[in-house]
Every structure is written in C-alpha cells, then in structure tokens.
C-alpha cells in the first residue's frame, strides 16, 4: 500500500530557511507528483504548489514565488520542500500527498516552528 | 487575488443529510476547476473524500459524494455518523494549475 513519510519537527530562527523531506514507498514514484499544503496554527489548508516526479516541473503558489523550493530524488523515491528566509508566519504544520491534480495519500506532517 | 468560499460551520443530526458548498470569486465553479474534497479530524492529517467533482477514493465511504450544485461545488454527506466530525476542505485549480483551499467547513454531529 501506499506509504508517506515525512521528516521531524523543526526549530528555525526567522530568516532561516528550512528543508523537509518526504518519502514515499508502494507505487512508481515517477508516475505522479507530490503536492506541498501547510496549516498554520488554528488555520485553514494552504496549497504551496506540486512538482512532477516525472520530469521535475514545478508549480508554485504565486505568494510563496522566490522563496519556496520544490525538488525530488527519483533514486530513493523523496521529494523535499525548502523555504527561505523564514518568518513567524511560516510556523505551520507542513504536508505533501501523492498527486498533483488529486492529492490523496497523505504525509503525516512535519511542525516548523519560526522563532527567535 | 481569488476566494473559494465555504460555510464556517453547519450542524446536522445523526442519521441525516447536509450538503457543503464550495464557492469561487471568480464566478460558478465547473467540472474544469477538478473539485477536491478533504476531511480533517483534530490532530490529524487531512484525508482526501472526493476528487474532480464525483469521484471517490476506494476507502471513501458510499455516504460522501460530490456533484456541481448552483454554479457551486458541494459534498453531500447522508446518513450522517457520529464519526463524520470534522472539518471539510474543498480544493479548487484555477489557471496555471494553480490551486487554492476554501476556508474550510466545520462540521458538527449533534
């Protein structure tokens, strides 16, 4: 079955960067993306954008453009999510999901915490 | 800068029908805009329920489905449990594939 492991929680100072990873185990990593969706505290879902594990094109939240890197490593099945110069409004819990169109396999989350 | 838009909060009673609704600022939502719909329970990481409008994942109970209602999308749930509290997202794709949540629904079993 279908497995999505995320990375553990993390402590960054503001204007740090962080860099989460997410693998994923039970299909043909290749034949779809991965999708990235944070939740900050209290809050609502927030879509980040998806990368292709096919090909390696990415799609961004037009907010998150220039600060937020998508990448993936077809070799152990892992995509990774970076965020630059961190800010306490990036504190959220962070998801990716198998999918680009239909994300539906879920990591469990990873908690970054911004804060001086 | 575009606002999909569900209702804060609904309560239904055991054993009975309640309909969410997915709304765009952009104008009606159509099939073109590949609905998405997620359950979130306290703690939790979301669980995907419906995608592109009416499909349901194969652990999607029968009870959930989704359909285009008044240029809206909706997630209808009938025959409530006790054990459909929650809270529901809905996922739009807007050009560019571009996506954006709505706000999310809180849905209360009393």
């Known amino acids: 079955q279908v497995q999505v492991v995320q990375s553990g929680a993390e402590v960054k100072k503001p204007g740090a960067s962080v860099k989460v990873s997410c693998k994923a185990s039970g299909y043909t990593f290749t034949s779809y993306g991965i999708t990235w969706v944070r939740q900050a505290p209290g809050q609502g879902l927030e879509w980040m954008g998806w990368i292709s594990n096919y090909n390696g094109d990415t799609n961004y939240a037009q907010k998150l453009q220039g600060r937020v890197t998508m990448t993936t490593d077809t070799s152990t099945s892992t995509a990774y999510m970076e965020l630059r110069s961190l800010g306490s409004d990036d504190t959220a819990v962070y998801y990716c999901?198998?999918?680009?169109?239909?994300?539906?396999?879920w990591g469990q989350g990873t908690l970054v915490t911004v804060s001086s | 800068q575009t606002v999909v838009t569900q209702e804060p909060s609904l309560t239904v009673s055991p054993g009975g029908t309640v309909t969410l609704t997915c709304a765009s600022s952009?104008?009606?939502?159509?099939?073109?805009?590949?609905p998405n719909w997620f359950q979130q329970k306290p703690g939790q990481a979301p669980r995907a329920l419906i995608y592109?409008?009416?499909n349901k994942h194969s652990w999607t109970p029968a009870r959930f489905s989704g359909s285009l209602l008044g240029g809206k999308a909706a997630l209808t749930l009938s025959g409530v449990q006790p054990e459909d509290e929650a809270d529901y997202y809905c996922?739009?794709?807007?050009?560019?594939?571009?996506?954006?949540f709505g706000g999310g629904t809180k849905l209360t079993v009393l």
């Open positions: 952009t104008g009606a939502v159509t099939s073109g805009y590949y």
């Open positions: 592109s409008t009416n």
């Open positions: 999901a198998t999918g680009v169109s239909y994300p539906d396999h």
């Open positions: 996922l739009l794709y807007y050009s560019g594939a571009q996506g954006v």
